[in-house]
């Protein structure tokens, strides 16, 4: 049984303690927490697994990791804190563990990333001796495996694009909806997740893996962003109010372009209700979201994955796979080399020993 620790039980933490409790190669030796109000819980009670686990969260990271435990799942958010997120990754790696997170994006294609976050986790893994794997859904599963495996059943392909098409009223995290989304604020707000460029950094790295998996040449990668406002103003169960005039859609692309032309593409629609921007791609079939692969070419080729958890939530569904992707990924990297490994490296295997398994 490999020894493993979960960081952080948020939106994917949670999934990644039921994952890990559920995989028959690890065992769940500790959980760290930063809120001081659950330090002390049962980790069955922070995953929602209705049962206790024996493993009591506790934010001494200190104590944790001079334990020595095998693999880390760091499940802590990175989006408003990039450097303290990769600060706490090469400490864990710097101490030896197998680290798997979603909190890095630069990392998802460690060979194009900035070398400020390359280079600390490198140093980290020559001084340790660990890894690191950083993947997720979108950016993730959803614009690596999935389309490239789909890409592999038709003759000709003439285009991939990958949507993510999403009512965020189910996605529980309301700093990151509002303020780096920008749902809710006035037009004239620049959310920092749409600021220009930062599109291109957060899923670029899947454009050039996708390019590099299909023998491909990027001329370059080119982005666009579009905003809608809500006509009316709604009222959504878990993040209360938001205003007619307000930010209630956005749609934005992250285009690979192969002699000149879009031909691997990522997109985004997300909104707050339905109501805004109708004429938007929708989840196919209805729904709160979905993720969906379009290999155009012959014969076309249209792939959805639509996920649900947590009482069917949509959201809760897509960070549990997430979670699944990298929790999964554990036991074989402690069979590998230590190093830094992107989607191309690690395989996405079978549910080998979990068939029927509560």
């Known amino acids: 049984m490999i020894p493993t620790v979960v960081w952080g039980t948020g939106n994917v933490g949670r ?21 001081p109000a659950k330090a002390g819980r049962d980790a069955g009670e922070l995953a929602g697994l209705g049962r206790p686990l024996g493993v009591a969260a506790t934010g001494d990271v200190d104590a944790v990791l001079a334990a020595g435990p095998r693999a880390v799942v ?17 400490r864990a790696v710097r101490a030896g563990a197998v680290v798997v997170t979603p909190s890095l994006y630069p990392l998802y294609d460690w060979r194009g990333a900035p070398p400020e976050f390359r280079d600390p986790v490198l140093a980290a893994v020559a001084d340790g001796g660990g890894s690191l794997f950083a993947s997720g859904v979108d950016p993730g599963w959803g614009n690596d495996v999935l389309p490239l495996l789909v890409s592999g059943l038709g003759s000709t392909v003439d285009a991939v694009r990958c949507q993510e098409i999403f009512d965020y009223t189910t996605y529980d995290q309301e700093e990151s909806v509002r303020h780096l989304i920008g749902m809710g604020h006035p037009m004239e707000y620049e959310p920092p997740m749409l600021a220009p460029s930062v599109p291109t950094m957060v899923w670029g790295g ?30 959504t169960r878990a ?92 036991d074989w990297l402690v069979d590998a080399r230590p190093g830094l490994y992107d989607a191309l490296d690690v395989p996405l295997r079978p549910a080998a020993g979990r068939l029927g398994r509560k």
């Not at 760091?74 to 090469?90: C, E, H, I, N, W």
């Not at 958890?309 to 959201?315: F, K, T, V």
């Open 239 to 330: 993040m209360g109010e938001f205003a007619a005039g307000t930010q209630g859609a956005v749609r934005f692309e992250v285009r690979g372009l192969v002699d000149g032309a879009p031909r691997i593409v990522i997109e985004h629609v997300t909104r707050v209700h339905a109501s805004c921007a109708p004429d938007w791609p929708t989840p196919p079939g209805g729904g709160d979201g979905a993720h969906r692969v379009i290999i155009e070419g012959r014969p076309r080729i249209e792939v959805t994955v639509e996920a649900a958890d947590e009482d069917e939530n949509r959201s809760a569904g897509g960070n549990a796979t997430a979670a699944g992707r990298l929790v999964n990924a554990v």
């Open 206 to 235: 899947q454009i050039r893996l996708m390019a590099r998996a299909l023998g491909v040449a990027l001329d370059g990668i080119g982005e666009s962003v579009d905003r809608r406002a809500l006509d009316a103003t709604v009222r």
């Open 15 to 35: 999934a990644a303690v039921r994952a890990v409790e559920a995989h028959p190669a690890l065992k769940l030796t500790a959980v760290l927490v930063h809120d």
């Open 74 to 90: 760091y499940a802590a958010s990175g989006d408003l804190r990039p450097d303290g997120a990769l600060a706490d990754v090469v």
